[in-house]
């Protein structure tokens, strides 16, 4: 980073933001350096999103001033932010999928009826050559893959003269390896004096990449403070404005009877003989890297895929669904890792997502006892804790750990026996993430057997009562005292 002897890039003193009913931003300040990446987090909630929004043009702040160089600016929409060099990266690509990387490349900045491709593959080229990245200019965007696009939009960035990028999120759906060239990146970019707003609930990054890291509390400044100066705990105790005894809160459960057992399920080419079982009462974690099949597998004991071979026992009897309404019928859900695609319905209202897996539990003779529905829906918002103004709130609303607990809520009222988690905290604030884990220990203690499936490897260790480890569609090596493994043991185990 750059001596802070040196005026800042930007300045945000005093924003204040307010919607219908809501106070989002209430006297937020935010500096960043030259060459400097500066952490931004803060719980799902926190007004994160909002100042990004003011800083990028989509909401015109009620109060408070804002300066580039140390010149005063007025930000009122986003061509002003691109103009002063302000480029935001979201965790949404905005590409055009069926154009190719060239065409998005220079989207809106033609210059005339008459196009010159090959000026623009010229230009493309030399782009992401800049960024030590290849990508051929004429592949359309929907074939590359998600780093590759990332690849595009900062390449983009760089072509608009950014002296400012901001990064929602940027790893969220990278593999290991694209996250590790990502952070090539973005050491290529500071050292071109490009200053980086981060914003990441990946605490290993932030300790990784940022300089300094400010944090935000419902809707408030909290502090700023060097990377260098904190610990995870420290972090986690700003975020949260409370202490947490421990991140990860795992509790014993009486681990009982076999409640599912996998012999040699396959699915080509992602599944190749895997076995194992859960147990009633336990957490069986399931890491591996991106492509292991851990999901693929989980779609097959959901019934949402069908596999080439192998068996399965429930509760000692023989279980082979044809469909997810079969497992559902068995006591089986699946809490998807895309919770937003494949778990919601996103323009419905909260209670109708609630009610759409338990029609037949809140019907009589085709018609819904809305009462009841109302009541069962209550209950899981006062014992899921789930921040939600009221039922008819479109689930589109709802922060990341709200949607989560969402999710959760519909699945509990199904009395779903063997709960399967692909990735349950992706995306989560670390309060919520928190409360998934409490949440986790209840259901477990309850009886209820938990498939968790993680690449986040502190929570694998911290959560499982068994870990099993996948590369390459099979399991490549099982951990029976989490407490006691580390996270290279993991890896190494992952990429056997």
């Not at 539990?361 to 899981?380: K, M, P, V, W």
Request: proline share 5%.
């Amino acid at each position: 980073m750059a001596a802070e002897a040196t005026a800042p890039l930007l300045r945000m003193d005093g924003i204040d933001k307010s919607f219908p009913g809501v106070l989002a931003l209430r006297n937020v300040r935010f500096d960043l350096y030259p060459g400097e990446v500066h952490a931004l987090m803060g719980e799902n909630g926190a007004g994160k999103s909002t100042l990004i929004r003011v800083l990028a043009g989509a909401h015109r702040p009620d109060a408070g001033t804002i300066s580039i160089a140390g010149q005063p600016v007025r930000i009122n929409s986003p061509r002003d932010a691109e103009k002063l060099g302000i480029s935001v990266i979201y965790q949404e690509f905005n590409l055009v999928p069926t154009l190719s990387a060239r065409e998005n490349l220079f989207l809106g900045r033609e210059k005339g009826p008459f196009l010159s491709p090959g000026s623009e593959h010229r230009q493309s080229l030399e782009l992401f050559g800049r960024l030590n990245v290849y990508i051929d200019p004429e592949a359309r965007c929907s074939d590359l893959t998600v780093a590759q696009q990332q690849a595009i939009e900062i390449a983009k960035a760089i072509s608009l003269d950014a002296r400012i990028l901001v990064m929602d999120e940027p790893t969220a759906s990278l593999t290991s390896q694209e996250t590790e060239k990502l952070f090539q990146l973005i050491r290529e970019l500071k050292r071109r004096g490009i200053g980086i707003i981060y914003v990441s609930h990946r605490m290993e990054e932030i300790f990784r990449l940022a300089d300094r890291v400010t944090v935000m509390r419902d809707g408030q400044y909290v502090a700023t403070r060097p990377t260098q100066e904190l610990n995870r705990q420290m972090l986690i105790e700003m975020m949260v404005g409370r202490k947490l005894e421990n991140e990860f809160p795992k509790e014993p459960a009486t681990i009982g009877e076999d409640r599912l057992v996998v012999n040699d399920l396959r699915r080509s080419p992602a599944v190749k003989g895997v076995s194992f079982t859960i147990k009633r009462g336990e957490v069986l974690g399931l890491t591996g890297l991106v492509g292991a099949g851990r999901t693929e597998l989980a779609r097959l004991i959901f019934g949402a895929d069908r596999h080439d071979g192998g068996a399965m026992l429930l509760d000692g009897r023989d279980f082979s669904p044809r469909s997810p309404k079969d497992a559902i019928d068995r006591g089986i859900c699946l809490i998807t890792e895309d919770r937003k695609a494949q778990g919601l319905v996103l323009a419905h209202s909260a209670r109708d997502n609630f009610a759409l897996p338990n029609l037949n539990r809140l019907s009589t003779a085709g018609f819904i006892r809305h009462r009841q529905e109302r009541d069962a829906f209550a209950h899981y918002i006062q014992s899921l804790r789930i921040k939600i103004p009221h039922q008819e709130e479109p689930a589109r609303n709802l922060s990341g750990g709200n949607q989560q607990k969402l999710v959760l809520a519909k699945w509990l009222q199904a009395n779903s026996e063997i709960v399967l988690f692909d990735e349950p905290t992706r995306g989560i604030d670390v309060g919520a993430k928190h409360e998934i884990y409490l949440l986790i220990n209840r259901l477990a203690k309850s009886g209820k057997a938990i498939l968790m499936i993680s690449s986040e490897l502190p929570e694998v260790l911290g959560m499982s009562d068994r870990i099993l480890v996948m590369h390459e569609g099979r399991i490549t090596g099982q951990i029976t005292e989490p407490q006691k493994a580390t996270q290279e043991q993991l890896l190494a185990l992952a990429m056997r």
